[in-house]
């Protein structure tokens, strides 16, 4: 009898080992998944100097990726949208060499970036897109006369299996709704930036119940991922983008997790997650990979880039001039107050359109530039959008109001203006309480000549005042054409005199 009780013992230790081992091997089949993930490129292509250091390189994350991928493992390799504007590159390629490169390594799926825009919606549908092979998705863009049975312009998700992970993941696209104030409202004629929360809240409930892993590939900054998450159930992990955010622990938001990997590519996203059979995440951990020198470049990328390199540093690296101090701020500081390339550019404007005054975005500037010199490069890499200037004609109130707008509402945004020919005098709780002009009180009922850009003409960053405009001439100057022009003909960069906005 004590035998057959040893037996029986044995027996039951035997098959609770079995069904242990069982459930280990089914859930390492599909319970395993690795997501690589970078966002706001913004066509940087070769590595940048931060604090002394390269950083960055796309060749460099290509040769990360592959490492990751040797590895082995299930593997899904995302980006969160910008892959245009802000380089020299993307002054001559608008995002077409970022997203080759991405082409290159792999890329799974990528989102539509509001500064995808900015060459055109014609050049984003039928040139950039067309040149890649992966998705570029956004679920709550459509046409604004849209058909019932009527698809929008981009793909709203795409569905993919990946290795041995043994379950389908659903990967859908958002795109930030402020879009139309934050590139050229021209650009973006004819489409509607329907609410994330609405669009994704009909999708998950037709989902929930056929896919088990959801990932929503956003561009619509951390504080919109994060309200995102709260409000809608159902989303496994959120892989954004947009507000430049370093993420090193995911935010958790409910059972969401939230990822983003800084800019530029300076960093590779990494998140490991084990997933049970429902598709719940039970485990994961997140690394950003820094893109240092320690990185060869990939050979095979670096050939392809090679006549695109060439091209570019051919002409960027010309000298214009001397410089003696150092031209411009870090983004924080330019979208919060003056800063003295910010003076300089709108000083250019106003003295070649004649203007009483000129204003500028601040969001148009993209880079400090350091002594000694100043290169094509420096100043396209600085100022990569040529804005159009328009000369308005607008009585004293309106242009009051412009100044209301950008100093009251637009502190530590790309709408902070940048000013020639005024005084601004804000109060300690950040209310415009005076403007001068050329010296004089703002006359509500003067008319002025205001040279501007003409992203602020068609009501970028919520500039609607200049509707009121009594004329919007197009004087077919731009802004960064004339910043070369101007300091070519000189030794030196002239050091402009601050002081324009006054805090008492």
């Known amino acids: 009898m004590e035998g057959y009780m040893f037996k029986k013992y044995y027996f039951l230790i035997f098959i609770i080992i079995l069904i242990l081992v069982t459930f280990q091997s089914v859930f390492a089949e599909f319970g395993h998944l690795t997501i690589l993930y970078l966002n706001d490129t913004h066509e940087h292509i070769l590595p940048d100097t931060q604090d002394g ?38 002054n001559v390629y608008h995002g077409k060499i970022d997203m080759m490169c991405f082409d290159y390594m792999g890329l799974d799926a990528t989102v539509v970036g509001n500064h995808e825009f900015d060459a055109g919606f014609d050049y984003l549908i039928n040139e950039l897109i067309p040149s890649v092979s992966y998705p570029v998705l956004s679920a709550n863009i459509e046409y604004e006369n849209t058909l019932s049975n009527e698809s929008g312009p981009f793909m709203p998700y795409c569905i993919t299996e990946v290795g041995d992970f043994g379950m389908p993941i659903i990967i859908y696209g958002l795109t930030t709704p402020d ?38 590939l956003t561009h619509l900054g951390l504080s919109g991922d994060k309200f995102l998450a709260k409000e809608v159930d159902g989303i496994d992990i959120i892989i954004g983008g947009h507000s430049h955010s370093f993420i090193y622990k995911p935010v958790k938001v409910g059972d969401t997790l939230i990822c983003q990997a800084g800019q530029y590519g300076w960093y590779v996203g990494k998140i490991d997650l084990k997933f049970n059979e429902e598709g ?16 060869s470049d990939d050979e095979g990328l670096m ?21 003696d101090f150092t031209l411009g701020e870090e983004t924080d500081i330019t979208r919060s107050r003056e800063t ?44 990569p959008f040529n804005g159009g200037i328009v000369l308005c004609e607008m009585k004293g109130a309106d242009l009051l109001n412009v100044f209301k707008h950008g100093y009251e509402n637009q502190v530590n945004s790309g709408g902070y ?71 070519s003909d000189r030794d030196t960069v002239p050091q402009p005199e601050m002081g324009r906005v006054v805090v008492e």
């Not at 359109?353 to 890499?381: E, F």
């Not at 009922?445 to 970028?460: H, N, P, Q, R």
């Open 53 to 90: 250091e390269e950083i960055g390189g796309l060749a460099r994350v290509a040769t990360i990726v592959k490492q990751i991928e040797d590895e082995g493992g299930n593997i899904l390799f995302l980006h969160a949208g910008d892959h245009i504007t802000g380089s020299v590159f993307s």
């Open 179 to 216: 879009t139309p104030v934050q590139t050229n409202p021209d650009n973006v004629e004819g489409l509607i930036f329907n609410d994330p929360v609405g669009v994704s809240t009909g999708l998950i409930e037709g989902w929930k119940d056929r896919y088990p892993v959801i990932i929503a």
């Open 280 to 295: 719940e995440v039970v485990n994961y951990k997140n690394t950003l990979i820094k893109v240092s020198d320690k990185y």
């Open 303 to 323: 050939e392809t880039l090679a006549p695109y390199i060439e091209e570019v540093e051919g002409f960027s690296s010309q000298i214009l001039c001397k410089l």
């Open 340 to 383: 003295n390339l910010g003076d300089l550019i709108t000083d250019i404007m106003r003295a070649e359109t004649g203007a009483d005054v000129a204003i500028t975005n601040s969001g148009g500037i993209r880079a400090v530039i350091y002594p000694p010199k100043v290169t094509v490069g420096d100043i396209m890499k600085a100022m």
């Open 417 to 487: 203006p940048q000013v020639s020919g005024a005084r601004v005098f804000i109060s300690e709780d950040g209310k415009v309480e005076d403007v001068l002009i050329n010296n004089e009180k703002i006359d509500a009922d003067k008319v002025y000549e205001v040279a501007t850009v003409k992203f602020m003409v068609s009501g970028g960053d919520g500039y609607t005042m200049f509707e009121n405009a009594l004329s919007a001439v197009d004087t077919g100057l731009y802004q960064t054409d004339l910043m070369i022009n101007f300091l």
